[in-house]
């Protein structure tokens, strides 16, 4: 904190303007004009980037505010000779400037330490096979670069070799993954195995770690409607302020028998006391500690406006797989010919679905040699693959197909499963199982304990669908479901009253993600999804989420506590001076200290409570899933 105060152009100034209001306080019964200067200069530097923002905001943007009033205060107060007043009105008013910057400052810190793990530099190889060391940025693509054992990946690329990658920094998953030659690896994970080489598959802002802060930053413009409504408020109020101060003068004036001196003090303390300071920080430090803290736990809440959804949501769909499961699936079950086998494997090879990912891995080493693959193979979001002829997917969309009836009975009460044809002949069937991840389980708990109704979407069939339901203790799912069809739902469940949340991973949840008031992907899936959505899990871990819908609730009970203060403490200072009874030094220290103690009471956010740290040691004690089996 003492850090970030010098840090500063802003810090220094307020350090100078705390040292010279010090200096007049000594000098006031020593020496009555050293004591004034002193003051003066810290009115100065204490007054200096308020008198910036009033100057930029009145004239540039045509909206005064409350920094304008603020100057008006303390250069009045220094005209009827009230120096010192001046002097403190400003340094608490900068100060409370200072205390919203370190609530940003803190903000970007954690983003940033949530994605510092991208190296800048990478191992180039060049034509002559030596390599060089070479900026991140200058890398282009289908450049190959040499990864060493132990060695972060600095760039996506495709492998060259078997590999085994750490992806807890995208995933929070430990124990690493092993990656074929061809399959891409992300910045910021760690090569566990030997030396690879590969081939830059996305410049470096592009890749998933950049894209993610990307968004994050771009966030930062989106204030929620509370924030947005102080906002346009603060305009008009300091108008009004504006207007009502001189008025107010001259009524006095009118009254009080022709007393100037009496009716413009009074005046300057409306002036100060109505000023709209603690009202205008009352939304904003308190939600960046919020979604700074939330950061801290691997929840990216892209502004302050998901924020407030979040804290709103009422209901929330969830889709199946890589959300509620771990999406690793292992082969159970399956009934092929070699050739069906070779083009499904052929064909999945092109697929990055995790029923893919478990297929090619099962099926390695065969021989593609009779495949004909001249046809391109096309990914048909949530129902499968095509290649010509060959039509690889759910069950469902097989109905009409030469062997449909008898696989439907052979299939019925089996969970995921793929069936392969050729033409309008069904070729062969491929069951898997998934693992549910148990801090789901706990999330789907904690939510509908806090009066959210949960439901599963999923494009998987019925019976995958309700097994998984049931482990996780949900009442109401959907299954069988395209990609539309739970957009459908999404836009149904919406309206004025409910807010609706979705979370999803893969490119089949995209739209519904974008249509949710509150869309919510996963740190492992498709960057479509993350960028179709409002808030990421980083590590995947959902107890977090919960963590933040908490935090959200916090947030929201914070910012109405901070506005009913505010106000209060304005109606009460105002009608004190009507009734004659404030001075000039009791409105300064009540009005800025209310503002203060507003933006103390938002910081509050950045502390984890208690309770939920204990929870975090305890879990991570646990292992973290079930099996599932058909
Ligand atoms: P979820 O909604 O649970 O994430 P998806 O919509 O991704 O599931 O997939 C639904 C179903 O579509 C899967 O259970 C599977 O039968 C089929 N499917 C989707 N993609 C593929 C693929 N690449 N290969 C084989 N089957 C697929
Ligand atoms: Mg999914």
């Given at each position: 904190m003492l850090q970030f105060l010098f840090k500063s152009r802003k810090g220094q100034f307020f350090s100078l303007a705390i040292l010279f209001t010090v200096a007049g306080f000594v000098l006031m019964p020593i020496h009555d004009l050293a004591s004034r200067i002193c003051f003066y200069i810290a009115i100065f530097f204490g007054g200096f980037f308020a008198a910036k923002d009033a100057v930029v905001d009145t004239i540039r943007e045509k909206s005064p505010n409350v920094d304008l009033l603020m100057i008006l205060s303390a250069l009045g107060a220094a005209a009827i000779n009230f120096e010192s007043e001046g002097a403190v009105l400003l340094i608490i008013f900068s100060g409370s400037d200072l205390?919203?910057?370190?609530?940003?400052?803190?903000?970007?810190?954690?983003?940033?330490?949530?994605?510092?793990?991208?190296p800048e530099t990478a191992k180039l190889v060049m034509s002559s096979g030596q390599t060089k060391e070479v900026s991140t940025e200058d890398l282009q693509l289908e450049d190959q670069v040499l990864v060493a054992k132990g060695e972060q990946v600095p760039i996506d690329g495709y492998v060259d070799s078997q590999v085994s990658i750490d992806e807890s920094a995208l995933t929070g998953e430990s124990i690493p993954v092993s990656k074929e030659a061809g399959q891409e690896v992300f910045a910021g994970t760690i090569n566990q195995g030997n030396?690879?080489?590969l081939t830059v598959s996305k410049t470096s802002d592009e890749t998933i770690f950049s894209s993610i802060v990307k968004m994050v930053e771009e966030a930062q413009d989106h204030p929620s409607n509370i924030a947005k409504f102080i906002d346009r408020f603060e305009t008009k109020y300091v108008i009004t302020v504006l207007i009502a101060v001189p008025l107010f003068v001259l009524a006095l004036y009118g009254l009080t028998a022709n007393n100037w001196q009496e009716a413009i003090y009074r005046g300057l303390v409306l002036l100060t006391v109505a000023s709209p300071c603690a009202l205008v920080a009352s939304a904003t430090p308190a939600t960046l500690s919020a979604i700074s803290n939330g950061a801290k736990h691997g929840i990216l809440v892209?502004?302050?406006?998901?924020?407030?959804?979040?804290s709103s949501m009422d209901q929330l769909f969830t889709d199946k797989t890589g959300t509620l499961t771990f999406g690793e699936f292992t082969l159970v079950d399956y009934q092929a010919s070699d050739q069906?086998?070779?083009?499904?494997?052929?064909?999945?090879?092109?697929s990055n679905h995790p029923i893919a990912r478990a297929l090619v891995d099962h099926f390695k080493n065969l021989d593609f040699s009779q495949v004909n693959s001249s046809q391109p193979v096309e990914e048909v979001a949530g129902v499968g693959l095509k290649m010509g002829d060959w039509l690889l997917g759910k069950l469902s969309v097989f109905e009409g197909y030469k062997g449909y009836q008898e696989l439907n009975e052979e299939l019925e009460n089996k969970q995921t499963t793929v069936v392969a044809a050729y033409k309008d002949e069904i070729k062969g069937y491929f069951v898997l199982a998934d693992e549910i991840r148990l801090e789901a389980k706990e999330a789907v708990h904690n939510f509908m304990a806090a009066g959210v109704d949960v439901s599963l979407l999923t494009g998987d069939n019925e019976t995958a669908a309700s097994q998984v339901a049931q482990a996780i203790g949900l009442d109401h799912y959907e299954a069988s479901l395209t990609p539309e069809d739970k957009t459908v739902f999404v836009k149904e469940a919406q309206n004025e009253e409910t807010v609706i949340g979705m979370i999803g991973d893969g490119i089949n949840d995209a739209p519904a993600l974008a249509n949710a008031d509150i869309g919510i992907a996963m740190g492992s899936g498709s960057s479509v999804a993350m960028e179709s959505s409002d808030l990421i899990v980083v590590k995947n871990n959902l107890a977090k989420l919960f963590y933040s819908f908490d935090l959200s609730k916090r947030l929201n009970k914070i910012i109405i506590q901070n506005i009913v203060f505010a106000v209060g403490v304005i109606v009460i200072l105002v009608i004190l001076n009507l009734l004659g009874i404030l001075d000039l030094p009791t409105g300064v220290v009540a009005h800025e200290g209310s503002t203060i103690l507003v933006i103390l009471n938002g910081l509050r956010l950045l502390k984890t409570p208690k309770d939920a740290d204990d929870d975090e040691v305890e879990k991570e004690e646990e292992t973290s899933s079930v099996s599932l089996q058909a």
């Amino acid at each position: 904190m003492l850090q970030f105060l010098f840090k500063s152009r802003k810090g220094q100034f307020f350090s100078l303007a705390i040292l010279f209001t010090v200096a007049g306080f000594v000098l006031m019964p020593i020496h009555d004009l050293a004591s004034r200067i002193c003051f003066y200069i810290a009115i100065f530097f204490g007054g200096f980037f308020a008198a910036k923002d009033a100057v930029v905001d009145t004239i540039r943007e045509k909206s005064p505010n409350v920094d304008l009033l603020m100057i008006l205060s303390a250069l009045g107060a220094a005209a009827i000779n009230f120096e010192s007043e001046g002097a403190v009105l400003l340094i608490i008013f900068s100060g409370s400037d200072l205390l919203e910057e370190y609530a940003t400052d803190k903000t970007t810190n954690e983003i940033s330490a949530l994605m510092s793990n991208v190296p800048e530099t990478a191992k180039l190889v060049m034509s002559s096979g030596q390599t060089k060391e070479v900026s991140t940025e200058d890398l282009q693509l289908e450049d190959q670069v040499l990864v060493a054992k132990g060695e972060q990946v600095p760039i996506d690329g495709y492998v060259d070799s078997q590999v085994s990658i750490d992806e807890s920094a995208l995933t929070g998953e430990s124990i690493p993954v092993s990656k074929e030659a061809g399959q891409e690896v992300f910045a910021g994970t760690i090569n566990q195995g030997n030396a690879f080489k590969l081939t830059v598959s996305k410049t470096s802002d592009e890749t998933i770690f950049s894209s993610i802060v990307k968004m994050v930053e771009e966030a930062q413009d989106h204030p929620s409607n509370i924030a947005k409504f102080i906002d346009r408020f603060e305009t008009k109020y300091v108008i009004t302020v504006l207007i009502a101060v001189p008025l107010f003068v001259l009524a006095l004036y009118g009254l009080t028998a022709n007393n100037w001196q009496e009716a413009i003090y009074r005046g300057l303390v409306l002036l100060t006391v109505a000023s709209p300071c603690a009202l205008v920080a009352s939304a904003t430090p308190a939600t960046l500690s919020a979604i700074s803290n939330g950061a801290k736990h691997g929840i990216l809440v892209k502004g302050g406006a998901a924020m407030e959804s979040l804290s709103s949501m009422d209901q929330l769909f969830t889709d199946k797989t890589g959300t509620l499961t771990f999406g690793e699936f292992t082969l159970v079950d399956y009934q092929a010919s070699d050739q069906t086998l070779a083009y499904v494997t052929y064909m999945e090879n092109q697929s990055n679905h995790p029923i893919a990912r478990a297929l090619v891995d099962h099926f390695k080493n065969l021989d593609f040699s009779q495949v004909n693959s001249s046809q391109p193979v096309e990914e048909v979001a949530g129902v499968g693959l095509k290649m010509g002829d060959w039509l690889l997917g759910k069950l469902s969309v097989f109905e009409g197909y030469k062997g449909y009836q008898e696989l439907n009975e052979e299939l019925e009460n089996k969970q995921t499963t793929v069936v392969a044809a050729y033409k309008d002949e069904i070729k062969g069937y491929f069951v898997l199982a998934d693992e549910i991840r148990l801090e789901a389980k706990e999330a789907v708990h904690n939510f509908m304990a806090a009066g959210v109704d949960v439901s599963l979407l999923t494009g998987d069939n019925e019976t995958a669908a309700s097994q998984v339901a049931q482990a996780i203790g949900l009442d109401h799912y959907e299954a069988s479901l395209t990609p539309e069809d739970k957009t459908v739902f999404v836009k149904e469940a919406q309206n004025e009253e409910t807010v609706i949340g979705m979370i999803g991973d893969g490119i089949n949840d995209a739209p519904a993600l974008a249509n949710a008031d509150i869309g919510i992907a996963m740190g492992s899936g498709s960057s479509v999804a993350m960028e179709s959505s409002d808030l990421i899990v980083v590590k995947n871990n959902l107890a977090k989420l919960f963590y933040s819908f908490d935090l959200s609730k916090r947030l929201n009970k914070i910012i109405i506590q901070n506005i009913v203060f505010a106000v209060g403490v304005i109606v009460i200072l105002v009608i004190l001076n009507l009734l004659g009874i404030l001075d000039l030094p009791t409105g300064v220290v009540a009005h800025e200290g209310s503002t203060i103690l507003v933006i103390l009471n938002g910081l509050r956010l950045l502390k984890t409570p208690k309770d939920a740290d204990d929870d975090e040691v305890e879990k991570e004690e646990e292992t973290s899933s079930v099996s599932l089996q058909a």
